[in-house]
């Protein structure tokens, strides 16, 4: 079943119109600029009624299934139980050129019952640069200081604050704005008798950390082949002690 809408090579080519010209979605770009086949293969020939839900969603919303479409899986190998492909990858149309590498891994008992593992890796722009807030705080009171503090504090404005308190009518906004212009009040003038600093938020080392000029992508790929054979020599070995005991 298709996942995206197909095109009549032949009906455009009977009337000389290039196709591209009326009929050129983002999906059919994304995936001709991609190298991917806009046909997709599949050795599972049977359909039900959710594929075919899976592939009209696909249809509508411009996404596509990568299974039997590229990379080391352009023949649709089975998913499931050696009989079916039940397990996707979809992509939005703006993600096709973030995938680096798909493949559909064999069979292991020790991962899942019945289901092939889906192996795939995108290369994403990551900005490791962060905007820091920096928050202004007033300093802790300084006894040595408040006289200081009580000449400059505005008595007037803050007299005429309180006298609004008395007011019969007082509603639960005019409390608010009471309590507000007080607080700005004594904390403006703290400000100016005790002085500020600045605190920075504490940041994990992970994002300060730079990474090394020369792990490019060809030691990523080393370094994680490197740990899939690791992990199916521990598989191997799991097995081994399970056909023992």
């Known amino acids: 079943m298709p996942d995206i809408a197909e095109v009549d090579q032949n009906i455009f080519n009977s009337i000389d119109i290039d196709t591209s010209d009326v009929f050129d979605s983002c999906i059919h770009s994304q995936l001709r600029n991609c190298n991917m086949t806009l046909l997709r293969s599949s050795k599972d020939g049977t359909a039900n009624r959710l594929g075919r839900l899976l592939t009209d969603f696909c249809r509508r919303n411009e996404m596509a299934i990568l299974n039997g479409r590229c990379f080391l899986d352009t023949e649709g190998n089975l998913t499931c139980n050696d009989i079916s492909v039940i397990d996707y990858v979809v992509s939005t149309c703006e993600a096709i050129p973030m995938f680096n590498t798909f493949n559909i891994s064999e069979f292991c008992p020790l991962l899942s019952d019945v289901h092939c593992c889906l192996n795939f890796s995108l290369n994403a722009n990551i900005n490791n640069t962060i905007d820091v807030d920096v928050d202004e705080k007033v300093r802790k009171f300084n006894w040595d200081k408040k006289n200081d ?39 403006d003038n703290a400000k100016t008798c005790f002085g500020v600093y600045s605190c920075k938020p504490n940041i994990s080392k992970y994002h300060n950390k730079k990474h090394k000029q020369w792990f490019n992508n060809d030691c990523k790929d080393a370094r994680n082949k490197f740990h899939m054979h690791k ?15």
């Open 231 to 245: 992990q199916n020599i521990n598989m191997l070995r799991l097995m081994k002690q399970k056909r023992i005991y």
């Open 149 to 187: 503090y009580l000449e400059n504090l505005n008595v007037q404005k803050l007299n005429e604050a309180i006298f609004k308190l008395s007011n019969d009518d007082l509603t639960q906004t005019m409390l608010n704005d009471v309590v507000t212009s007080i607080e700005t009040l004594l904390v």
